[in-house]
Each structure stands twice: as C-alpha cells, then as structure tokens.
C-alpha cells in the first residue's frame, strides 16, 4: 500500500497520549505491544503481534486510540488494529512521515486445519459416536454438589442397563452434565469395546429426523437409533413442543427400554417442569434414577480452575484463581472460558495481576453471570424494601400511584438484569401478561429520559443489585 503524509507523526506523543487515558494495567497488558505499521492521509494501520490482543483493541480501545491519534495530530484519522500482519520493511516505534514512504503488509499464512481424524479431542471409531476424550471420569472436579451425579454415572458406564435406566441429569447450563454423558460414552467403550454406543444431542437428533422426513428414510433412521446399546442423549428439553419427534423417540425409548438397553438424558430442568413434554415421556424419563447437579461451592470451583490451569499449562496467580472463582460462581463452563481467556495473555510475555484490567477483560462474561445470579426475587425485595412497600403489594392487584411505579419499576429490572422471558416476568408479578411488561419497561424508559430523579433512583437500584452479588 502506497501512503503519503503532509505531517511527521510520532508514534510516542500518541501512546503517551493514550497512556493518560487508560489504567496502568490496560496500558501495560493491551498498548505495549502495540506498533505504528502504515499510515497515510486518512487512515493510520496499527499492528500488534497478538491476534486476541487485535480484536480486544478494536472493540474496546478504538476510540480511545481515535481521540489520542486526533489530539497528537490536530485532525482525525481513520485507526484500523490489524492482527499478526508482516510489514516489509517493518516499522518501529518513532516518527514517520518525514519522508515519503511505501510499504507492503500481507497476512501470514493462517495455519493448516485439523481434521476430526487428527484431532486429539474428538474419538471416532467402530461402536462409538463421536466423543471428547478429554471429558473423562479422571478429568470430572467432583465436589459436594455433584458426587452422587458422578457416582450414578460411574455406575451406569461400569454396567450399561444394571444400573439406573435411565439416567436423567438435570441443572443449569455448564455444570457438567455433558461432560459426565461424555465420560459414560468414554468409560463403557473403554469397559465393553463391543457395545455400539451413541452421543447426540436433541438438536442434531431433531435434525437428523426432519433429514428423515426429506428423504423418506425412516427404515435406516430407527435401525440406527434402536440397535444401540448405549444411547446418550443431550438437552433433552429441546424436544419440548415438536409433537411428531416426540413420538419418534418415544417408541426409540420403548424399543430400547424393553430390550434392557441403557439411556442416558440430561436437561436444564426436572422433567416435569419440561413444558409441553408429553406426559407418557415424561413418566418414562422419571422410571429410573433423576439426579440434580448443583452449582459447585467455592472449594470446588477453585479445584476445577487448577486442575484447567494445569491442562493448559499456564501458572496463574492465586489471588487470580480466587477472582475468578468467586466471580464466575454458577456456569463452570463460562468459568473455564475466563480462565482459558486470561490464560492466553501469558503468551504475550506478561503477568496477570492487575485484577482492574482483568475485570476489564472478562467484563462479558462477568455481565453475563450477573445476569444468571441475580432473581427476580430479588429484585422485587430490593425494590419493596427502597419505597417502603411490601412484596404482597408488588405483585397484587392494587393500581394507586405509589405502588403501580414501583411495580413497573421492578419490571424493568427483572427485564434487564434477568435472562427471563416477558412472559416469565409478568407470572412472577401476579400472573401478568407480556404486554403489560411492555408498557411497564417504555413507562420507565420514558420517564427515566425526562425525569432525573426516576434516573437516579433507577440507576441506584440497578448499582446495588448489581454489586450485592454472591462474593
């Protein structure tokens, strides 16, 4: 790319700016490695050897870098971070621009893929669907909260049908539940190597019939499921409301069942909280053994950060394990994401430490667990108790002024710092419908827009649910 400027630019004079706006952490973990590779009239290009380092700049740091370019220069220019880009000649920090300058840059070259017969992580063979093999019994933190989940499961891999049949799991995303099913694929091979044992989630067995259907195959579609011997199935919650795949796996179920054959199911909730699950599975998947995984205590989650620590071959300060474990408390599979997140910024040569910057880093998944932690019971507690009223007036039938507010109030909050669904919102004021948690939500945009003490109020209440989480 040719690149011309009337004006000399150092590159110092910008990170100095930059370093005026930003913590010493950020600067240390995102700028330092930072370097000016081209620039031109309208656009500067800046390169960094990391490519999560790239993309963390430009969703984070972009304007910061925009304002700094602007004050050092005394006019905007485009800014574009790019990743793990070769410039020749290369460029290094300093003044550029003096002279005339024409530089090429090209991508390296991305490396080669891996295919799933290459790969480590996936175990393909005769007998066996596909599974992780690093999902293992030996690899499972097992804790207070789901050693009888473990125990179940290491009963039934040992002696497929002997045991509980079926074997429900149930509990929130990222406990564990596919890791165990994984672990029961793995052991039984390892155990029965003639056993025909099959993982699929509802998704992809839901996928594969509607296939079914195109192609008029059913016969080679039910000779596949119904001559397994081990059949786990994933999410089971997923078939809810889709009245003919029901019936299919019904009679998958029965075929199975009767002829002593091990199932396996895990779902995000008991099977009868499944809504619009037929009645006739739903007594099926309750004939055996439900097990329910908790959300793991403090000790355990730290054992599973070490023990992930270890995998990836990373040393992390305690005080950082901590952070996280005591952060990132109810999906432990976002925990390992953090954790894998952070781990990836030892291979720019730095120490973790600045628990500000890594706050900053994780400040997604962090909002994301917030918003799992925070009950709409809770919200209507903190709400009551901020304008005096009671629960009972909450979620009542009553409509004079000083109670409909705060009712719509409390609406909005459980709308934006819950996952739960409008629906879900007005059952738990009262039975309401989605509608009126419509209104209630523009009620309170609107007035929080032109009234500054309704903002105030809001923004308090939204603070202390926010920061009076589970430490």
Not at 303 to 330: H, M, S
Not at 358 to 366: A, N, P
Not at 400 to 424: C, D, G, W
């Amino acid at each position: 790319m040719n690149s011309t400027t009337q004006t000399a630019i150092d590159w110092n004079d910008i990170l100095n700016e930059i370093r005026g706006q930003v913590s010493d952490g950020d600067f240390s973990i995102w700028f330092n490695g930072l370097e000016l590779l081209d620039v031109s009239d309208s656009k500067i290009i800046l390169q960094t050897p990391n490519p999560f380092a790239a993309i963390w700049l430009t969703d984070n740091f972009l304007g910061v870098i925009e304002r700094a370019v602007e004050t050092s220069l005394g006019r905007s220019l485009l800014v574009k971070v790019v990743e793990t880009y070769e410039a020749t000649p290369s460029i290094s920090k300093g003044r550029l621009g003096d002279q005339d300058t024409s530089h090429r840059y090209e991508p390296r070259p991305p490396a080669k893929p891996v295919s799933l017969s290459q790969s480590p992580f996936v175990r393909t063979g005769k007998g066996l669907g596909n599974i992780n093999t690093d999902k293992t019994f030996s690899s499972f933190v097992v804790g207070p909260d789901n050693e009888f989940a473990h125990a179940a499961c290491e009963a039934v891999a040992n002696n497929p049908a002997q045991a509980y049949n079926p074997l429900f799991l149930y509990g929130e995303t990222g406990l564990g539940k596919t890791h165990l099913m994984h672990a029961i694929a793995h052991r039984a091979h390892k155990r029965h190597p003639d056993l025909r044992i099959k993982y699929v989630s509802s998704e992809k067995f839901t996928n594969e019939f509607i296939h079914t259907i195109q192609e008029g195959t059913f016969k080679q579609f039910r000779e596949k499921y119904r001559k397994l011997d081990v059949l786990l199935i994933d999410d089971i919650h997923f078939l809810a409301n889709k009245e003919r795949i029901q019936e299919e796996f019904f009679h998958t179920f029965n075929d199975l069942y009767e002829s002593s054959k091990q199932v396996v199911l895990s779902s995000d909730r008991p099977a009868n909280e499944i809504a619009k699950l037929e009645s006739r599975l739903v007594s099926r998947f309750q004939m055996g053994l439900a097990v329910d995984i908790q959300p793991p205590d403090l000790e355990t989650r730290l054992a599973i950060l070490n023990t992930k620590a270890d995998a990836l071959d990373v040393k992390l300060e305690p005080q950082l394990l901590e952070f996280l474990a005591k952060r990132v408390t109810r999906n432990i599979r976002r925990m390992e994401g953090a954790l894998t997140r952070v781990a990836s910024f030892t291979k720019l040569g730095r120490r973790a430490t600045d628990l500000q910057a890594i706050e900053r880093l994780l400040q997604d998944i962090l909002q994301e667990e917030a918003l799992r932690t925070i009950s709409i019971d809770q919200i209507q507690k903190k709400v009551a108790d901020h304008f005096h009223l009671s629960i009972k007036d909450l979620v009542g039938p009553r409509r004079p002024a000083n109670i409909a507010f705060p009712r719509q109030i409390a609406m909005y909050l459980a709308r934006k710092l819950t996952n739960h669904s409008l629906v879900e919102v007005g059952e738990a004021f009262g039975g309401r419908d989605h509608g009126t948690v419509c209104h209630a939500c523009k009620t309170v945009e609107n007035r929080t827009e032109l009234e500054p003490d309704v903002r105030t109020k809001l923004e308090l209440l939204e603070n202390q649910l926010t920061h009076c989480l589970p430490s």
